[in-house]
């Protein structure tokens, strides 16, 4: 089993739609969490960490399910400009390092 | 967060050379991560490197095949030695500056050996 899992997709939605993504974790000892978003041909770049008690920037809203080990990643109104991969990552301190879920890519049409 | 230049963008090599990756932090930092991406895959780390030690390597890749230096805290190289086509990739550096911010990357090194 991956350490960490996400639906590939592809998520093909119209422009101002909402949409979410899910990502689960199997190591119940991973302290940090964040979503990372990569454009095509790209270096990943943070888009927003994921607080335990849930947290909001703007149209994205990311949540933290420890019991059932999971995180999520909801985008309203979603924009053209919205459109990438967006990766889940999750971090813990025995291990020191990130590991990196394989991607969800997300493509807004007109 | 850190600003990361890595060095080359991207080079087109032959079988059998080596090629050495740079990345230079704009801050200090204690460890540097090095890490592969194929196309359409995620990322996958291949060592993590701390100034003043070896580095610590990712289970699959060795020190013989991918040398790294850590001279000082703001840069490190990695080295893809006597390289073949499945070498291709993209190879990306990261650092995390501070505990729970997250981790910056340079823009990557785009690979294709011949």
């Known amino acids: 089993r991956k350490e960490v899992e996400q639906d590939p997709g592809p998520f093909n939605v119209p422009e101002g739609a909402t949409v979410a993504f899910n990502c689960t974790y199997s190591n119940s000892a991973s302290q940090s969490f964040f979503w990372y978003r990569q454009d095509c041909r790209k270096e990943p770049k943070l888009l927003m960490s994921?607080?335990?008690s849930g947290n909001e920037d703007g149209r994205f809203t990311a949540q933290l399910n420890r019991a059932s080990q999971y995180i999520s990643l909801l985008i309203r109104d979603s924009k053209l400009s919205d459109s990438a991969t967006y990766l889940c990552v999750t971090w813990y301190s025995s291990a020191s390092k990130i590991i990196f879920g394989s991607g969800t890519r997300l493509s807004i049409r007109p | 967060s850190a600003v990361i230049s890595q060095k080359p963008s991207r080079d087109i090599c032959q079988r059998g050379t080596s090629l050495t990756i740079q990345c230079q932090v704009d801050s200090q930092v204690t460890m540097m991560f090095w890490y592969r991406q194929q196309p359409g895959q995620s990322l996958t780390l291949i060592a993590t490197a701390n100034q003043g030690s070896e580095a610590t390597y990712e289970s699959g890749f060795v020190i013989d095949k991918f040398p790294i230096s850590r001279p000082n805290l703001t840069f490190s190289t990695l080295t893809v030695s006597n390289m073949s086509p499945e070498d291709s990739s993209i190879y990306l550096c990261?650092?995390?500056?501070?505990w729970g911010d997250g981790y910056t990357f340079g823009s990557g090194t785009r690979l294709t050996v011949v």
């Open positions: 994921v607080y335990s």
């Open positions: 990261s650092v995390e500056v501070r």
